[in-house]
């Protein structure tokens, strides 16, 4: 097959709302040789995109695309590439460590089944934008559970013998913070106070005041949970705070 004959390499860089998660780098790299950036179908995907992924980039070339993921082997890549390019491309780059997972984007020109179980990255083949973004969405969703703590006990080989006493200070430090927001009492204020604070700090950001307005509108205690995994701008600032305990 033949690359496409244009060189184009876009990269959007994320909005100040999702520059703030503390997550594992992590970018998607999408190769086609029809990216229609000027359709409103895809126009929406990409600002959900935004949402998950700290960076995203186009190419339409494959040689371009390769020698990129090359450049980058500290972060790890999604990569979709369409149907068109497939076969030329997935030799060339499913040995990176940096490439993660691929997905195949097309109706047509698509390969063999027994083509795509030779490649252990490949996790689907899809027909159409959205239902490559639905399954990085899904992706994405099990990560963020996978990545949040349940304990702060520090790990201590079999049949260690020490006692309380003898615990990393940053351990029992750790204790006492969560002791201390166990036991504080917040009122409708202390929401509306955080509220406020948050709209000053993107008071320049669309897509943030839009999140913003509906936790304000929603939020409920025994959603904590769900704010914290969901919405950058409370994950970041809380990891932030723990990593200096």
Not at 111 to 125: A, L, M, N, V
Request: glycine share 2%; with cysteine.
């Amino acid at each position: 097959m033949a690359n496409s004959t244009k060189n184009t390499n876009k990269q959007h860089p994320v909005p100040d709302v999702f520059a703030e998660r503390v997550v594992e780098k992590t970018q998607l790299v999408w190769v086609n040789s029809t990216i229609a950036e000027n359709e409103s179908d895809f126009r929406h995907i990409l600002k959900e995109l935004y949402k998950l992924i700290r960076r995203v980039s186009f190419f339409e070339q494959i040689d371009q695309c390769v020698r990129f993921l090359a450049d980058v082997p500290n972060e790890k890549a999604i990569v979709v590439v369409s149907n068109a390019f497939g076969q030329d491309m997935i030799p060339q780059i499913h040995s990176m460590i940096q490439v993660d997972t691929i997905y195949l984007l097309g109706d047509i020109q698509a390969p063999s089944e027994q083509w795509i179980k030779e490649w252990p990255k490949i996790k689907g083949q899809y027909s159409s934008v959205t239902s490559v973004f639905e399954a990085i969405q899904r992706v994405n969703k099990q990560y963020n559970q996978n990545s949040i703590p349940i304990s702060f006990m520090p790990i201590m080989q079999s049949g260690s013998t020490h006692n309380i006493d003898e615990l990393d200070p940053s351990f029992m430090y750790t204790q006492l913070f969560k002791n201390t927001l166990v036991q504080m009492e917040h009122s409708r204020q202390s929401v509306d106070d955080f509220v406020a604070f948050r709209r000053d700090k993107f008071r320049h950001n669309a897509s943030a005041l839009c999140v913003i307005d509906e936790f304000e509108r929603g939020y409920r205690s025994d959603q904590a949970l769900y704010w914290y995994t969901r919405f950058p701008f409370i994950y970041g600032p809380l990891n932030r705070c723990l990593r200096l305990l």
